[in-house]
């Protein structure tokens, strides 16, 4: 009877599976990522924030910020001389928009709705567990011009403020 | 015939308190063994051994990460130290220099170098909350730190002896031609 039985469902649960494990829908291969050309605007925000030698200017840390105070991207080049350089904004760049691709994507589709799903806003708003603590307050410069980087409208007066404050 | 009887063995009677001790030595074993902190234990091995020439104490290791042993549990508990140098490009230190910090409460704290270049900040005196301000002056001469230290109290973590893409090298006090008094033996 149990055999009979088997047998007559073993049609079904083939597809049953196979639809169980299809994916729903083809992944995009398309991620879409903030401009680097006002990256450095943004990183000139970021520099004392995230970007020194203790913090995310060291080589261990998975957000690994370059600056002309921190860390150095060129072996001949110190922590405290010279500007930042091209290549330096590049590396940081690459660093921000490889921590979470795929939710910095879904962020940039929404034109920067809700941007806390990221840990980059969550940890600097200190909302999440960070050893450096709250580096922005929610709608000061600094927060303003990351969010707004984000939105893809970069406001290059709140982050050209946001670098001087953080200089005094 | 003759049989052999065996008596059932008794139970030894252990008294409770004695499971209770092992119970507890064990659970203090485990606990000691995952209380280890591999990172910080090579870091302290990293510094090497103590000079012979120098006792244990506000003179010894200049130059290196005081914090890495200096934690409340391997060594007195501090919350700021390092050490300070004549230039940037001398290993002579240099006593009686201020330091200046400033922390993210704008509450301030000032201490001073001894004769090794060392300084060093109780949590009882000052405990600060990151990001800090830092300056140094002596006789006039005056640096400020560009950047502000965000998490981490031992200067030599950041300032190395040698300059690098990750260090900025010693702190140091002079980068014009000058001379300051000697007032160490």
């Known amino acids: 009877m149990r055999r009979m039985l088997l047998r007559s469902l073993f049609p079904l649960v083939l597809p049953a599976l196979a639809v169980a494990c299809a994916p729903e ?3 995009t291969d398309v991620l879409l990522v903030p401009s680097r050309i006002t990256y450095p605007s943004v990183g000139g925000a970021l520099e004392y924030r995230c970007a020194t030698l203790d913090c995310h200017g060291k080589p261990e840390r998975n957000l690994r910020l370059y600056g002309s105070s921190g860390m150095r991207l ?13 290549a330096e904004h590049d590396a940081s760049y690459r660093s921000v928009i490889g921590l979470e691709p795929e939710v910095l994507s879904l962020v940039c589709a929404e034109g920067g709705n809700e941007p806390e799903r990221l840990s980059l806003i969550r940890k600097a708003r200190g909302e999440e567990a960070h050893k450096g603590g709250a580096r922005i307050v929610r ?12 939105a893809a409208a970069t ?3 709140a982050c050209a403020r946001a670098a001087e404050d953080q200089s005094e | 015939m003759s049989t052999l009887t065996q008596k059932p063995a008794s139970r030894r009677s252990v ?4 499971s209770a001790v092992q119970f507890a030595g064990v659970f203090l074993g485990i606990a000691g063994m995952g209380c280890t902190n591999p990172l910080q234990e090579g870091a302290i091995a990293d510094l090497g051994p103590e000079s ?12 290196q990460p005081c914090l890495v042993c200096h934690d409340g549990a391997e060594a007195t508990e501090l919350t700021v130290a390092g050490t300070i140098y004549e230039r940037a490009d001398a290993t002579k230190p240099i006593p009686d220099v201020l330091v200046h910090l400033v922390d993210a409460r704008g509450t301030a704290y000032v201490t001073a170098t001894n004769c090794a270049g060392n300084f060093f900040v109780r949590p009882g005196d000052f405990t600060p909350e990151y990001p800090m ?15 502000p230290v965000n998490v981490d109290g031992s200067c030599a973590s950041c300032h190395t002896n040698d300059p690098s893409p990750r260090s900025a090298g010693r702190v140091y ?3 014009v031609a000058a001379t300051l008094e000697d007032r160490c033996p």
């Open chain 2, 133 to 147: 301000r830092v300056a140094i002056e002596r006789d006039g001469f005056r640096q400020e730190m560009e950047s």
């Open chain 1, 25 to 27: 829908a083809e992944p």
């Open chain 1, 139 to 150: 709608g000061d410069d600094a927060d303003r011009c990351l969010i707004s980087w984000l």
């Open chain 1, 74 to 86: 060129a072996a001949e080049d110190v922590p405290g001389d010279g500007e930042t350089t091209d």
């Open chain 1, 155 to 157: 406001d290059e007066a």
């Open chain 2, 15 to 18: 008294p409770r308190w004695s």
């Open chain 2, 52 to 63: 012979p020439a120098i006792p244990l104490g506000p003179l010894h290791r200049p130059g």
């Open chain 2, 173 to 175: 006090l002079l980068s």
